[in-house]
Antibody
Framework: EVQLVESGGALVQPGGSLRLSCTAS????????MDWVRQAPGKGLEWVAN????????DYADSVRGRFTISRDNAKNSLYLQMNSLRPEDTAIYYC??????????WGQGTLVTVSS | DIVMTQTPLSSPVTLGQPASISCRSS???????????LSWLHQRPGQPPRLLIY???KRFSGVPDRFSGSGAGTDFTLKISRAEAEDVGVYYC?????????FGQGTKLEIK
């Protein structure tokens, strides 16, 4: 069974940093593109970033480019999102999702990031 | 970026009756490989989204056959043949044909 478990969400002040983690199990992690998708409270879904299975390609939404960095450690079956220069508008549940044939077939439960003073 | 527009934004439905949600993209979703990467997701309150339909009409594993997808180019539809109580929540369309992948604003399905 595919499982994705996010962690690392917290309350952080504007301008602060946070690192999210996603631990995967039940599939060959290195074979898959993995993505981060976020959802602001009461709002819709927004794609944030993704990374190819071997780590050689990655991309970001314009809203986070230059502030967020996606990475992965295939030996640990883990995906990460380093978030710097956080803004109140980054407040959201952050989901880790497995990317298959240009859609997301498995999602974690999400981790809440709150940016507030 | 491709803009995905869903209608209606809210849909009250009677148990056992059909429901339909439309999704329109600002550009054609036909990819250079000839495929159309339009998917539908369902999110129950307090839960993460889950995949229902991919590539317009292919049901994901475990999805009941009362869910069906159709459409082409820029216009797509999700249909529920007979709504059940567990179908409540928000439905999103998503395009994967072009980066960045974008979502519709969501359609809230409520039982009357």
């Amino acid at each position: 069974e595919v499982q994705l478990v996010e962690s690392g969400g917290a309350l952080v002040q504007p301008g602060g940093s946070l690192r999210l983690s996603c631990t995967a199990s039940g599939f060959s992690f290195s074979d898959y593109w993995m993505d981060w998708v976020r959802q602001a409270p009461g709002k819709g879904l927004e794609w944030v970033a993704n990374m190819r299975g071997d780590g050689t390609q990655k991309d970001y939404a314009d809203s986070v480019r230059g502030r967020f960095t996606i990475s992965r450690d295939n030996a640990k079956n883990s995906l990460y999102l380093q978030m710097n220069s956080l803004r109140p508008e980054d407040t959201a549940i952050y989901y880790c999702a497995r990317h298959v044939v240009y859609c997301f077939d498995s999602w974690g439960q999400g981790t809440l990031v709150t940016v507030s003073s | 970026d491709i803009v995905m527009t869903q209608t209606p934004l809210s849909s009250p439905v009677t148990l056992g009756q059909p429901a339909s949600i439309s999704c329109r993209s600002s550009q054609s979703l036909v990819d250079s490989d000839g495929n159309t990467y339009l998917s539908w997701l369902h999110q129950r309150p307090g839960q993460p989204p889950r995949l229902l339909i991919y590539q317009i009409s292919k049901r994901f594993s475990g999805v009941p056959d009362r869910f069906s997808g159709s459409g082409a180019g820029t216009d797509f539809t999700l249909k529920i043949s007979r709504a059940e109580a567990e179908d409540v929540g928000v439905y999103y369309c998503m395009q994967g044909s072009q980066f960045p992948h974008t979502f519709g604003q969501g359609t809230k399905l409520e039982i009357k």
